[in-house]
Nanobody
Framework: HVQVMESGGGSVQPGGSLRLSCAASGAIPVLQIMGWSRQAPGKARELVAVIFTTGTGRTIYGDPVKGRFTISRDSASNTAYLQMNNLKPEDTAVYYC?????????WGQGTQVTVSS
């Protein structure tokens, strides 16, 4: 049974920062990636960031968050972090953690991030 637990969402003013955490546990068959996607009301889910757990730990970012968000990982605890700086109202969404062999292999329940003045 695989568990994916997000935490750290909340409300912040434009220009502010938040850090999301994602803890993976249980009998994970293959842990090749950890990452985040988000979904705003009325919009499709979009990739935010991914980090590979093998090799050089390569990272991939969606264009809207490049230069503002940073993904990192603690391999000892199977926890991923998403540091979000200079937040904008368009970053408002439910953020979902994903882990496994590929994006979408396993999902968390999501955590709400709201950016508003």
């Amino acid at each position: 049974h695989v568990q994916v637990m997000e935490s750290g969402g909340g409300s912040v003013q434009p220009g502010g920062s938040l850090r999301l955490s994602c803890a993976a546990s249980g009998a994970i068959p293959v842990l090749q990636i950890m990452g985040w996607s988000r979904q705003a009301p009325g919009k499709a889910r979009e990739l935010v960031a991914v980090i590979f757990t093998t090799g050089t730990g390569r990272t991939i970012y969606g264009d809207p968050v490049k230069g503002r968000f940073t993904i990192s990982r603690d391999s000892a605890s199977n926890t991923a972090y998403l540091q979000m700086n200079n937040l904008k109202p368009e970053d408002t969404a439910v953020y979902y953690c994903t882990i496994g062999r590929y994006v979408g292999d396993y999902w968390g329940q999501g955590t709400q991030v709201t950016v508003s003045s």
